[in-house]
């Protein structure tokens, strides 16, 4: 399959690229990451709301771009590639999951997340560990009780997205999430105890495009990663000398870098059919994000990995800024569906 991006989505494409070097460059990431326990930078995540990025696939109702999936996919792949801290991708999912449920009733609240003065995630491990016995949450006469694990940004959400066996739920903060230790400082997870009251949001079955869109988001970023990753380790090859050639030219590390590269094209294409058969209601689009997502996994950790080797012993000092790379490939690898589960999925969407 050819695909080309429009002339719109390749502006959009540079204008994120130029916005995201302005407003998140790679030092300002590092201080938020190390520094701030909020995982994000306030004034930076409003003038994503100024420039409509917090809106780009809501309706115009509720001042959105009502843009597509391949357009959402556009701007995560640049912000994986500006290894972007915060809840851009939570808060996008949560958001459209609120719309395709009805987004006319609870049209203030996504005017509040285009606006930047609200976050909303979703709630969704009934577990803290895989492999751990869930327990499932059950609406109690409009009140929600029990435990929700690894939440992104629950300490700064206004509001969960929450799901039970009866449903899904919206639920007002404020929350009081106990932190949990997260391999990725871009990253904040947290456990919520939920003694709240909840809104009936809509069925269960919301989920499935909820995680189809997770799986190309995700996957998006994931493309975006892997491509800065493999640019740095091109640069670097190009510079770094071992018996008075630089290491480049050693045809053993050439042709890790080509199939790296192969990586990288290959999850490209994946993503962005994957993008488009959400947008164009196709039937594949089940089986296309699991596989997007399932490739991009396994790519991520490929092309990263190759990238700390062919750095050397200064691959993962921390100086560097190629762990965090790293280290954001690794939790997008195991979260928004995880390989293994992206692998189920498929094998469900194809009937087998």
Request: hydrophobic residues 45%; contains cysteine.
């Amino acid at each position: 399959m050819k695909f080309d991006l429009s002339e719109d989505q390749d502006l959009l494409r540079r204008s994120t690229r130029d916005f995201l070097a302005n407003e998140y460059p790679i030092e300002q990431n590092r201080k938020i990451m190390e520094q701030d326990p909020r995982g994000y930078e306030p004034a930076a995540w409003q003038r994503l709301a100024e420039m409509g990025y917090l809106g780009l696939t809501l309706p115009a109702t509720v001042g959105g771009q009502a843009l597509g999936t391949v357009e959402l996919a556009v701007v995560l792949e640049e912000m994986g590639r500006a290894c972007v801290p915060g809840p851009y991708l939570d808060v996008a999912l949560a958001a459209a999951l609120i719309a395709a449920a009805g987004g006319d009733q609870h049209a203030a609240l996504l005017a509040d997340v285009v606006a930047g003065r609200a976050i909303v995630t979703v709630a969704r491990l009934d577990a803290p560990y895989s492999g751990a016995a869930p327990t499932p949450l059950r609406a109690d006469v409009g009140r929600l009780r029990g435990r929700k694990y690894f939440v992104p940004f629950a300490a700064s959400a206004q509001a969960l997205v929450v799901t039970t066996v009866d449903g899904l739920h919206l639920v007002d903060g404020p929350f009081r999430p106990t932190p949990l230790t997260t391999f990725d400082p871009a990253q904040r997870f947290g456990e919520v105890a939920l003694d709240h009251p909840a809104r009936p949001l809509g069925p269960a079955t919301l989920l499935a495009r909820h995680d189809a869109l997770a799986a190309v988001g995700a996957g998006a970023m994931l493309l975006g990663i892997m491509t800065r990753a493999l640019e740095m380790t091109l640069s670097y090859v190009q510079t770094r000398e071992a018996f008075r050639r630089p290491i480049g030219a050693f045809q053993a590390l050439q042709h890790r870098l080509a199939d790296a590269l192969l990586r990288v094209e290959s999850t490209r294409s994946a993503v962005y059919r994957a993008a488009w058969c959400l947008d164009a209601g196709d039937p594949d689009a089940p089986l296309a994000a699991a596989t997007a997502k399932a490739y991009a996994g396994d790519a991520a950790r490929l092309v990263c990995g190759e990238a700390i080797q062919m750095h050397g012993g200064i691959g993962f000092t921390w100086e560097l800024d190629l762990h965090f790379y790293f280290k954001r490939a690794k939790t997008l690898e195991l979260h928004y569906g995880a390989t293994g589960d992206q692998l189920e999925r498929a094998l469900v969407a194809a009937g087998l």
